[in-house]
């Protein structure tokens, strides 16, 4: 009568304790991944900013040359000679208005 309760209570104390044992394994799983990307952020963080300062710089260069170029069309940089503006004189085979 002894022997199936010892069994019974060995049965029941391995399945709690496996239980237990994966929830601490888990857990300290956990925590070395907590602290392994604790210790990455900071680098991770220097690395946005320098890219985020690159796209940036990119993006003013860019900017900056659209900007020139259209200054540069509304000023009327083209190479063609401006056509000459019409004389107002009369020509001579017309006759004065009166």
């Known amino acids: ?5 010892i069994a ?4 029941v104390g391995v399945i709690i304790g496996s239980g237990v ?14 602290r392994t990307a604790k210790k990455t952020v900071p680098g991770a963080r220097r690395a946005a900013w320098l890219l985020i300062k690159v796209v ?5 260069v860019i900017a900056l040359l659209l900007i020139g170029a259209v200054a540069y069309a509304a ?8 056509p000459a503006a019409p004389n107002p004189s009369t020509a ?7």
């Open 1 to 5: 009568m002894e022997r199936p309760v």
């Open 8 to 11: 019974a209570l060995l049965l």
């Open 21 to 34: 044992g994966s929830s601490y394994a888990r857990a300290r799983r956990g925590w070395n991944d907590y």
């Open 56 to 60: 940036t710089t990119k993006i003013g």
């Open 75 to 82: 000023a009327g940089g083209s190479d063609e000679p401006t």
């Open 92 to 98: 001579p085979d017309e006759r004065p208005a009166r």
